[in-house]
Nanobody, 120 residues
Framework: QVQLVESGGGLVQPGGSLRLSCTAS????????MGWYRQAPGKGRELVAT???????IYADSVKGRFTISSDNAKTTEYLQMNSLKPDDTAVYYC??????????????WGQGTQVTVSS
């Protein structure tokens, strides 16, 4: 069993900041990539940012310069620091991990999602 547990969502005013966290636990051998995706009402799920086990990062153009993805030394917890938030950033944010389980299987896991609302 593998679990991804997110925290840190909430309501923030435009221009404000939030920090999301996601911790992976369970029968994990290694994690290749962790990432954040988001889904706004009436829209599809989109990539926000990813970070690989060697620290390489990718960002959506819409968040470059405002959001920063990072991970802890154990590479099982990822963070998304979101600054200069805009109403367009309002969405449910999902944690994602591509990992190898202790049985050797390579699989893609998702967290339950955390709501981020940017509004005055």
């Amino acid at each position: 069993q593998v679990q991804l547990v997110e925290s840190g969502g909430g309501l923030v005013q435009p221009g404000g900041s939030l920090r999301l966290s996601c911790t992976a636990s369970g029968s994990i051998l290694s994690i290749s990539v962790m990432g954040w995706y988001r889904q706004a009402p009436g829209k599809g799920r989109e990539l926000v940012a990813t970070i690989t086990s060697d620290g390489s990062t990718i960002y959506a153009d819409s968040v470059k310069g405002r959001f920063t993805i990072s991970s802890d030394n154990a590479k099982t917890t990822e963070y998304l620091q979101m600054n200069s938030l805009k109403p367009d950033d309002t969405a449910v944010y999902y944690c994602n991990a591509v990992l190898q389980t202790t049985t050797g299987a390579l699989a893609n896991y998702w967290g339950q999602g955390t709501q981020v609302t940017v509004s005055s």
